[in-house]
């Protein structure tokens, strides 16, 4: 059984810094594309950014753009978000995602497995 467990969120206070993980059990980590998405409340979810195997990251939303990064340790599983500078409006739950068919994409119905979500509350 497949099951991406992301852990790291949490409350912080605005300009802090977070790392979240996202541990995969159940698939061979290192042959899946791993994503991040966000959801606000009230909002649909968006993709933050994703990785391939070889570390190449791909990072879309402007708004977290020079402040958040992706990496991945293939020999230890997990994949990182790590996010600075952080600002109230990144207040989110975060899902990792993972994609087999390494399309690299920022649409959320590509990936095949989700994690159950993170909350992280940034307070002004």
């Known amino acids: 059984q497949v099951q991406l467990v992301e852990s790291g969120g949490g409350l912080v206070q605005a300009v802090g810094s977070l790392r979240l993980s996202c541990a995969a059990s159940?698939?061979?980590?290192?042959?899946?594309?791993m994503s991040w998405f966000l959801q606000a409340p009230g909002k649909e979810r968006e993709f933050v950014g994703g990785?391939?195997?070889?570390?190449?990251?791909?990072n879309d939303l402007d708004s977290v753009k020079g402040r958040f990064s992706i990496s991945r340790d293939n020999a230890k599983n997990p994949v990182y978000l790590q996010m600075n500078s952080l600002k109230p409006e990144d207040t989110a739950v975060y899902y990792c995602a993972a994609d087999s068919r390494i399309l690299a994409s920022r649409v959320s119905d590509d990936y095949d497995y989700w994690g159950q979500g993170t909350q992280v509350t940034v307070s002004s």
């Open positions: 990785i391939n195997r070889r570390g190449l990251t791909r």
């Open positions: 159940g698939v061979t980590f290192s042959s899946y594309y």
